[in-house]
């Protein structure tokens, strides 16, 4: 079963691209330290905040969760 979490994870910092984690949490409106988290593969989101982070990042959640 794929580890949809890790490719999650190393899928929003391939996208986020030259935004630093204090930028981009301030784009999503979450605190820093939650996209860390979720950067690292250490915190599960919701949907919402999945579908925030697809819009922040101009794609879909099938892209961020492909390996």
Do not use: H, W, Y
């Not at 784009?27 to 250490?42: F, P, T, Y």
């Amino acid at each position: 079963m794929p580890n949809f979490r890790n490719n999650l994870a190393k899928n929003i910092r391939s996208r986020r691209g030259n935004l630093t984690q204090k930028e981009f949490s301030r784009k999503l409106g979450i605190d820093q330290a939650s996209v860390n988290r979720i950067e690292i593969g250490e915190q599960n989101i919701t949907i919402d905040t999945l579908q925030l982070i697809c819009d922040r990042l101009k794609c879909n959640a099938g892209d961020l969760l492909d390996s």
